[in-house]
């Protein structure tokens, strides 16, 4: 692993929860680092990882429950890392998906502070994971894409619906839950096939991870059966489908 010295930054990828899947070298960090601010969804067992003596600060950022905003984050790591302390920004996933890595590089480069990058299991894979589901399929799924269904309160989903309505794609829209109506009735008026698969993932990894298969046009009612206000990924795709009886009709069909 590289020398951790004071006064550096590294943003490392916590993955979805389950600490068995956090790299080797995150975990290493974690037990160099002099002090750790992390997000709400790291889990609990990763947090279990960081020694005693190292500072934890959380930081929050939870949907709807902010406890820090991102201008905030970036004074912290400025001032500890000015400070001389090891600084580990530990963040849920993948930090360079959907983490705002960029904006806490840039606000440490600003004062001269190096900032790394040690990345993590992201929800889609695990989620595919933890289903027996790939991502990608032949003759199916020839492309991956992620989205965030996130927005600030009051603005609309403004998203590219009619190429996302792709049926030779995965779609995997983080942080789904609260948009999964919106999400379905776009999808659909875009083209994309109402029997369309899902599935639907909550608390991934962790002993409480939930997976519902469904399919497109009954997704609002589905998730609101399940996912409650848990932490939500949603992935959408003829390669998501829940039985291998269903992805060979569905490949039978590609092939005619």
């Known amino acids: ?59 929050g950022k939870r949907s709807g429950r902010h406890s820090k905003d991102q201008g905030t984050i970036d004074a912290l790591l400025v001032e500890a890392a000015l400070d001389g302390e090891k600084v580990v920004r530990l963040k849920g996933g993948d930090p ?30 695990a ?13 199916l799924a020839r492309r991956v894409q992620f989205v965030t269904a996130h927005v600030r309160a009051g603005e609309k989903l403004a998203l590219d619906w009619a190429a996302l309505a792709d049926p ?7 942080m789904g839950r609260g ?17 369309t698969p899902v599935l639907i993932a909550c608390d991934i990894s962790l002993p409480g991870e939930r997976l519902l298969h469904t399919r497109l046009d009954l997704l609002p ?14 992935l959408v795709g003829a390669a998501v489908a829940s039985t291998g009886g269903q992805l060979a009709a569905m490949l039978a069909e590609q092939a005619q």
């Open 127 to 139: 989620a595919a994971a933890s289903a027996g589901i790939s991502l990608s399929l032949r003759g």
């Open 1 to 59: 692993m590289d020398e951790f010295l004071p006064g550096e930054v590294w943003l490392v990828g916590a993955g979805p929860g389950d600490p068995d899947l956090l790299t080797r070298k995150a975990e290493r960090l974690l037990r160099a680092a002099s002090v750790v601010f992390y997000d709400a969804l790291v889990g609990p067992g990763v947090l279990a990882l960081i020694p005693e003596h190292v500072r934890r600060v959380p930081v």
């Open 168 to 174: 030779a794609a995965t779609t995997a829209f983080y």
């Open 221 to 234: 009612i589905a998730a609101a059966a399940i996912a409650e206000d848990k932490p939500t990924l949603l």
């Open 96 to 125: 360079s998906v959907f983490g705002r890595s960029t904006e806490e590089i840039t606000a440490l480069a600003a004062v001269g502070v190096r900032a790394r990058i040690c990345p993590g299991i992201t929800a889609a894979s």
């Open 179 to 195: 948009a999964a109506g919106e999400i379905s009735r776009q999808l659909v008026a875009a083209g994309l096939d109402r029997a």
